[in-house]
């Protein structure tokens, strides 16, 4: 089995803060809110990568305020 979950698809709150270019806190309070896609395991948030590329283009609009 591979380790690198990265590249698996699974990201741990760390790696999406990062991906995101935001803290920590930030994704924290975005999944406890139900705003950003995540799941947990064991207590511990983890997150589908290619939910968040979804959930980044569902965020994105143009400036007509529709979506891109």
Known sequence: ???NTSNEG????VEV???LKVTE???YRLAGAKKI???KVG???RFKKG???AWINSQ???SDGGER
């Open 17 to 19: 803060a990062a991906y």
């Open 37 to 39: 896609p995540a799941f």
């Open 25 to 27: 806190r930030t994704i």
């Open 60 to 62: 994105s609009v143009d």
């Open 43 to 45: 207590g511990v948030w």
């Open 10 to 13: 699974v990201l741990t709150l």
């Open 51 to 53: 939910d968040i590329d």
């Open 1 to 3: 089995m591979n380790q």
